[in-house]
């Protein structure tokens, strides 16, 4: 061992001098980073949101919800569907107990029905489950029955998009480091770090957004409409202020899919917020045909199924633009357009996890912890030093090597530093010198028992390694599991426990065998202090 | 330079002279433990029981009553508020809402709103809600978390030693951990999430003395094997007692820099892993060795197959 061949000793420095690099951009600041050259690394350790002050909110998807959307666009596609020529005439279509039937006036068409509308359904995956069951009942009822399989994709690809909506919202611009994760089948999981008031953050995601513009029902009794009843066609909804309802045409004229984009603006007479947008060009059209078509009468401008206002049409929209008011503040008119043009959530989602931190109490939390986590490798080398000598010089050495490497990797790997990682790295730094010390305390029985220097440090080396890889990977059996299972704060801890473990090792064992190792050699010791 | 040297050389010790008395101790504080959580039980937090807990430092001192008043008028449920010493930094907590999971969230909202509109000036530093379902899960995923920890390492352990090493280091595992679980129970220190990091951090520690331990007994088993067992374990044990100081000491050392220095968020998790190393430490010596006696861990449970039954052939020398 004391002739290490050449490959060894570089491949060990090699894999320090990597190790050190990765982790030198962490004791800069961001913005000086940014300016190095492009060849020198710049990862660098993230903070934790416990360190760095921000929210954390955990949001769940309302199944139920999203069962029902997809029921309703069902029985949209099936009208649209039977309706196509040649028509076939059915009525009391209607969605009840999760799921859709509907009637047909002549029997005989029942085959061509269920052809018709099974074109409607599709396979799921390799198994080609279908995302429907259509069945038959009494000779003349169609119905169809969501499966099981067709719902989880429903609400994965729903997930998906969600994540994509709640990502543009909270950052339009794309410069925020924010995270926006899926969890489980139907989580998201959103952090922002810097943010510490939630509250924004829940309205700008809790708006499922869904624009849609429909011609007031002037028919309507207003009296019936009080109790909330509407004539054929028609539905009640309620005005957004409180003030009352409204009865409204089922059809939509136009809807938030035909926006290009969305924009707080200011009204021109009364200086009000409001919000301009501009639709694209099929909304365009819609949306010119409709106000021509229907001059003089009111216009009901919904979000998400309340009624924002209801302007009547004065002359007819041709330019593709239009303003929505309603008594908005800067910063809700604000909110809605930027909803607005990240386009509308596929299902509703829930917080139902929210966790904020204050910037000033997380730096006050790293500061702190690092002060701590110097003083505790202080004073474990100091410790060491007293104890082994020269050997805890060498212990110590690998330490500070370990404490670069953890910093590199987790660089690299970009996972952030949390309070209870700072107390892993901690744990780590006590229990990395674990390994020096059965080393040198096997060397020191060794000689005891009259062995020779060289022969001594051989056998300790040699004698310890067992012990340090089944005390080590009964740790890293602990670290994976509590990573897997772990959520937030345990994860966190996990990450760094685990990373610490294998750079421990290494150190402690690769490393400082070489600079014992080198020592020996090149001084061939008499004898041995340790 | 005269180095330190905690142990002396060629300690004698006779450990196991003790371990009746030991075993009796332990179990006794074992039980106490655990009563101790059962009728005091332990002091959740809102990780695990759901709920929101927000903490604010007020420009001036405030009476506790006004602000419970004015929490209590919000009708989100019966406050609970804490105070840090200083009257001018407080924790409010209020349970979970049944029902709507999103309801947590909304209420830390309002009692935000609340405190940021009656007390100008007040900084709320950090607010946490936590619904009732994800408490659930959160609860269910770190008991099994430090159950699997417990199960995956035993399993290891069977493996690499023999089925009475797996055994010891799985009752060792269970008296530090219910140890610990005494200590919130007594204490009723908070145990959120952050504790059971700590708990499996004590069970990779305490396996982790456990081991080295094990290993040179496995060492000295196929060293000597005319020696008998008890003196066995005591030779072992003296034999990897220095290190066992030195690596326990330092890690003590570390953690104990980290409650005096570090900041107030982690002083249950380090105190906690500070606890578990120093019980670990204890009951890898007077559970975790003499428990192989009562297993029946004898000199040729480590013999190798053809010496076992040098008839068989083809052995590869794994043990089985």
Redesign the interface.
Known sequence: MFDPPKWKIWTIFLAIALGVAFAIPSFFPRSEVATWPKFAPRTQIAYGL?LAGGSQ??L?ADLADATRQRLAAMEDSVSQELRREPRIQAGDISVANGQLSFMLRDPTQLDAAVERVRTLTQGVGLTGTRTWNVSTQDGNRVIMVPTPEGNAQAVKEAMTVARDVVRRRIDPSGTREVTVINQGSNRILVQVPGI?D??AL?RLIGQTARLEFKLVDQRADPAQVAQGRAPAGSQVLPMADGQGNIAVQRRVMVSGEQIASAQQTFDQQTGAPNITIRFDSAGAKRFGRTTTENVGKPFAIILDNKVLSAPNINEPILGGTATISGGFTVETANELAISLSSGKLPVKL?????????P??GK??IQ??L???A???F??MF??V????RFGWYANLGLVINALLILGIMGIFGSALT??G???F??T???A??AN??IN?RI??EQ?RGRKILDAIETGYK?AS??IF??????V???A??W???????R???IV?LIGIVTSVFTAVNFTRLLVALWVRKNRPREL?? | MKLLKLVPDNTNIDFMRVRNIALVLSILVTIASLSLVAVKGLNLGIDFVGGQVVRATFAQPVNIEDLRGRINALEVGEASIQDFGDSRTYQVRLPSPPGDPAASARIIGQVRGTLEKNYPGVKVGAGEAVSGKVSGELARDGLLAISLAMLGIAIYIWFRFEWQFGVGALVTLFHDVSMVLGFFALTQLQVDLNIVAAFLAIVGYSLNDTVVIYDRIRENLRKYRKMQMLQMLNLSLNETLSRTIVTSGSIMLALAMLLIFGPDVIFGLTIAILLGTFVGTYSSIYISAPILVWLGVRPDSFLKAEDKAPAVAGGDGAVV
């Open positions: 416990d909110l955990l769940e510490d939630p509250e829940k829930d917080p139902i996890e929210e966790r904020t931190v204050s000033d109490l006050d939390s702190s912890g002060i701590a986590s003083i505790a490798i004073a474990v410790f060491m007293i104890t082994y000598g309070l209870p700072i107390a892993g901690v744990l730094i006590g229990a010198v674990d010390v059965l305390e020191r029985e005891r004698e067992t012990a089944d005390a080590n990977i009964t740790n059996i602990a670290a599991l509590m897997y299972f772990g959520s937030g704060p345990v966190g801890f996990a426990l202090h340790i």
